[in-house]
């Protein structure tokens, strides 16, 4: 399955090396930032979102992976919320740090304090 990074070019070089970007063969990317809790993503995979709102409020949002692309200036992951099938992006830019107002967390892979936030979030 072909992927919106074949449409985008960036360095892979300078990417790889410094183990920030690296796409894999079976659909899935290595990615290392604060944004994302699983290091590696697949696309097609189910994916929490927990934005930070302003007035410390935080909203948790299930999405799907669809894709994802580097432009050499942010990564860029396209979602589909599951709950209303609406599509967009999120992303961040590299080489900044702590600068996403959202963290992708992977279903699997919950600390303490991520199931504290979904728990107050749905009430169960």
Known sequence: MKNLQQYYRYDSTLLGLDGIYIPQPDNSFYIDTSCIQPKKLWIGKTYYIRWELPN???????????????????????????????????????????ECPWKLIDLTQFTDGDLFEIEEFCGC
């Not at 692309?69 to 999120?90: E, G, M, P, S």
């Open 56 to 98: 410390e409020i935080i909203e948790i949002q299930v999405v799907k992976l669809l894709d994802m692309y580097c432009d050499n200036v942010r990564i860029n992951l396209d979602v589909q919320d599951v709950a209303t099938l609406k599509k967009f992006t999120i992303n961040f830019n590299l080489g900044v740090v702590n």
